[in-house]
């Protein structure tokens, strides 16, 4: 049976909280870190969903608040750095295939993701990425991303425009895929309190755990 923990890890600027959702399997697996977006938590909506997922698909998935619920540009991305930093050491210890790293991130939390996959020595470590609905400010990306990456947008996204997305595709190298849910919008239909998923997050679940499975 798949198991949740919390955890609680000292930064030089912050004290970050977390929840660590374990498989049944045993030993050490393939781990996905997860990163919310702007004014987001760990508990919003579809993340606990998405983690158990994870979990039943035989990933170790690790989320946390941000500090200042991601609303502090620069700081999110440090929270992010010591997190990954933290994942098979003092956070699951034993439990983490250190060489099968996967990064998930969610609106600005996407953005977050993107800049630590390419910062060294993630670039080399991380194996696998996925945005959905991220932000694509060109400036902040560098090119340097190795990881395979899914990027994942709603059609109607009313908080990131779907262009968004698509200049993110046009930037990437690598081994990449630009998928575009018709009628989803920025949360894919997903409030808070989770009622359940709606078609349009079914179908970035989907797409989320496949890519996992097949990179890590």
């Known amino acids: ?36 977006g702007f004014k987001g938590f760990m508990e919003w909506g579809f993340f606990p969903y998405l983690a158990t997922l994870l979990a039943q ?32 050491e003092t956070l699951a210890p034993g439990r983490v295939d250190r060489r099968r790293l996967g990064l998930f991130g969610h609106g600005r939390g996407g953005g977050d993701a993107i800049l630590a996959a390419a910062r060294s020595p993630w670039r080399d470590r991380v194996r696998a ?10 400036d902040r990306f560098p090119p340097a991303l190795r990881a395979a990456w899914l990027i994942v947008h709603g059609a109607d996204d009313e908080t990131v425009p ?3 997305g698509r200049r993110l595709a046009g930037r990437a190298g690598g081994e ?19 009622a359940g998923p709606t078609p349009q997050l079914i179908q970035a679940l989907n797409a989320t755990q496949r890519w996992f499975r097949a990179h890590l």
């Open 162 to 164: 779907v262009e968004e």
């Open 129 to 138: 990425l996925v945005t959905w609905a991220a932000i694509a400010d060109a």
């Open 57 to 88: 698909r035989g990933f170790v998935a690790i989320r946390f608040n941000l500090s200042g619920t991601g609303m502090q540009p620069g700081d999110e991305l440090a929270d992010l750095l010591a997190v990954l930093a933290a994942t098979g």
């Open 1 to 36: 049976m798949n198991e949740t923990i919390p955890f609680r890890l000292e930064t030089p600027s912050s004290t970050l909280h977390g929840l660590i959702d374990l498989p049944a399997a045993p030993g050490e697996r393939p781990t996905v870190v997860i990163c919310h």
């Open 176 to 194: 990449k895929e630009l998928r575009v849910i018709p009628g989803a919008s920025h949360t894919f239909g997903s409030r808070h309190p989770f």
